[in-house]
């Protein structure tokens, strides 16, 4: 099983709890992550544009995203924090880790500046639990 995520999707896993945009979406992305959480050394594939998560979703209009140039910034924040490039290959493992010790609170707010989910606090939530696993 291969999984493809766009840089800003390997924080947005760590804080997925079954909400979204559609139904569809959302089933779609419990299956990306129970499958994660359940081997997680499964690779996961950098690419800069649609990826495993964007299925379902109701801003993939024919494979592309309409928000992508909101999206692209986000994706540039969280390379940068992540150190992640389009073609890097790691596991959801070696991901959360990297999370760990490179997403502080402050590189979040502004790693996520613009994102609408960014304001419901779960991502947040699930940052702090997680470097609280250090």
């Known amino acids: 099983m291969k999984f493809f995520f766009r840089p800003h999707h390997f924080l947005c896993t760590l804080g997925f709890e079954g909400k979204g945009y559609s139904p569809d979406f959302v089933k779609n992305y419990t299956h990306v992550k129970e499958a994660?959480?359940?081997n997680e050394e499964l690779p996961i594939h950098v690419i800069p544009h649609l990826d495993s998560v964007?299925?379902?979703c109701p801003h993939n209009q024919g494979g592309?995203?309409?928000t992508e140039e909101k999206i692209r910034a986000?994706?540039?924040r969280h390379s940068q924090?992540?150190?992640l490039a389009p073609g890097d290959v790691l596991t959801w493992a070696a991901a959360k880790q990297r999370?760990?010790?490179n997403m502080t609170l402050s590189a979040f707010h502004e790693a996520c500046?613009?994102?609408q989910w960014k304001s419901l606090g779960i991502c947040?939530?699930?940052l702090k639990t997680h470097r609280e696993e250090l």
Request: proline share 0%; with cysteine.
């Open 36 to 38: 994660l959480q359940n």
């Open 54 to 56: 964007c299925g379902g």
């Open 64 to 66: 592309v995203c309409d």
């Open 74 to 76: 986000l994706d540039n």
């Open 81 to 83: 924090v992540l150190e």
């Open 99 to 101: 999370i760990k010790e």
């Open 113 to 115: 500046k613009g994102c």
């Open 124 to 126: 947040e939530k699930a």
